[in-house]
């Protein structure tokens, strides 16, 4: 029986409930698109999550940080240990396609380093979830929080890697760079093949081994990347800015990320 801690509890609890709500705005007819001030999209469904996870996170009185909240000061935020990120919907492009496959992102950052994640992908039905203390697992076939059974839990840590080479890359954000990183480490391998996915759940599927690889050669922020990278390192997977052996930090005073590299070797 997994040690869920308390605050794990919360953040699936929240991630679910928020989905699951999300989902009756997605399965409408139409609805309300806005622009935010970067062009970047935003719908009902991501001010919705965000309040649902808000309301459930204000409980464990640690600091909030969200895509979708007013932005704390760095003179404040810089004295965090602790804190929560999230994205209420990572993949809005995805969600507004419908394709399936955007997620809530729910992470716990620890001394700028990733503590626990949280991924929940509503459409999928597929919950993955990670805490230091515990490792790393995935969930399928999630109905509600109130039948969740952590007893169908796989661990990813012991995820086979694909027998052929295998990169994953963005289903909305492909680009010139990453066809050339991928072409730098297949000149002498033919045999590789590319999936795609959108939404954190790239970094997720490195994590349960459905991919070698996936690199990111173009913008990210924190909140975009906090939940999976807690769940992609505890599963055993590396992390890092590509030519450095250093991995992302978080509460950094800009929250926008360098380019980084999930890969998961095996053992």
């Known amino acids: ?51 649902i996870i808000i309301d459930h996170l204000t409980f464990t009185k ?12 760095y003179e404040e935020r810089k004295n965090f240990k602790k804190f929560w990120i999230i994205d209420p ?19 716990l950052i620890e001394n700028n380093e990733p503590y626990l994640g949280v991924v929940y992908a509503p459409v999928l039905k597929e919950l993955f979830f990670a805490e230091k203390s515990i490792g ?3 969930i399928e076939n999630i109905i509600d929080e109130i039948k969740l059974n ?23 954000h492909m680009n010139e760079e990453t066809n050339q990183f991928i072409n730098s480490l297949t000149k002498k391998n033919n045999d590789f093949k590319v999936i795609s996915f959108g939404s954190s759940l790239k ?16 913008p990210t922020m924190e909140w975009d990347t906090a939940a999976g990278h807690a769940i992609a390192s505890i599963a055993g997977c590396s992390v890092t800015i590509p030519n450095t052996n ?22």
């Open 150 to 172: 952590f007893d169908n839990a796989i661990n990813l840590k012991n995820s086979k890697l694909p027998n052929k080479l295998t990169f994953v890359a963005s289903r909305s």
């Open 203 to 218: 970094i997720c599927k490195v994590a349960e081994g459905l991919a070698n690889i996936y690199p990111r050669f173009g």
């Open 62 to 73: 640690i600091p909030i940080i969200s895509e979708e909240s007013d932005q704390i000061n």
């Open 1 to 51: 029986m997994l040690d869920i801690s308390e605050n794990l509890r919360i953040a699936i609890k929240a991630a679910i409930i928020a989905g699951n709500e999300v989902l009756k705005i997605y399965n409408k007819d139409n609805f309300e698109v806005k622009l935010k001030s970067d062009n970047s999209p935003l719908t009902t469904a991501d001010e919705r999550s965000n309040k």
């Open 246 to 267: 250093y991995h992302l930090k978080y509460n950094k005073k800009n929250l926008l990320n360098p380019y980084f590299i999930v890969e998961k070797s095996q053992k």
């Open 136 to 138: 790393s697992y995935k």
């Open 89 to 107: 919907i990572d993949g809005t492009k995805e969600f507004i396609n419908r394709n399936g496959e955007f997620t809530i992102n729910i992470g």
